[in-house]
T-cell receptor
């Protein structure tokens, strides 16, 4: 299994749709997980942190399944401004803070 | 959100030249990181720096790369003899708190090697 794996997409959805992205990770000892958002040629920006079973922030919900080593990100009521690449990120086991990034899932929200 | 700054935003250089990329991380932090992203590929870890020493480096971070903290606030990444394949976005990152906390990324330097 790759360290962090995501479906690259692209996901093309209409405004208002609900869309879910999945991510699997290989390090069963990981305690924290992150979703970052990256716009074209820009830096990754933190969207959500996940430390327990899940987290919710407005239209965004992240869920964690430790048994399956799987994290998901759900976006409800998609907006045009949600169009971006969503990066699943997991700290490495080295305890230096090194982050391991997935390939990213591209979302395109259309009017 | 805490701010990390980087300069320059874009650097164009000839193959074989030295480049220095600069970062001003979040103040009062001992941990700093450099990542790079080749166009169309995922973000890759280069090096972590703790208390003025490299704490971990990747296979990419070979002898051509070095990091320094020349003063109390700046953090630099030097590439001694650039290669075409060094063309990428280079991001500096600082954690928001403890080392396992979230990391905040600077806007990046786009390096183009001709």
């Amino acid at each position: 299994r790759k360290e962090v794996e995501q479906d690259p997409g692209p996901f093309n959805v209409p405004e208002g749709a609900t869309v879910a992205f999945n991510c699997t990770y290989s390090n069963s000892a990981s305690q924290s997980f992150f979703w970052y958002r990256q716009d074209c040629r820009k830096e990754p920006k933190l969207l959500m942190s996940v430390y327990s079973s899940g987290n919710e922030d407005g239209r965004f919900t992240a869920q964690l399944n430790r048994a399956s080593q799987y994290i998901s990100l759900l976006i409800r009521d998609s907006k045009l401004s949600d169009s971006a690449t969503y990066l699943c990120v997991v700290p490495s086991s080295s305890n230096t803070g090194k982050l391991i990034f997935g390939q990213g899932t591209t979302l395109q929200v259309k009017p | 959100e805490p701010e990390v700054t980087q300069t320059p935003s874009h650097q164009v250089t000839q193959m074989g030249q030295e480049v220095i990329l600069r970062c001003v991380p979040i103040s009062n932090h001992l941990y700093f990181y450099w990542y790079r992203q080749i166009l169309g590929q995922k973000v890759e870890f280069l090096v972590s720096f703790y208390n003025n020493e490299i704490s971990e480096k990747s296979e990419i971070f070979d002898d051509q790369f070095s990091v320094e903290r020349p003063d109390g606030s700046n953090f630099t990444l030097k590439i001694r003899s650039t290669k075409l394949e060094d063309s990428a976005m280079y991001f500096c990152a600082s954690p928001g708190g403890f080392v396992t906390d979230t990391q905040y990324f600077g806007p990046g330097t786009r390096l183009t090697v001709l």
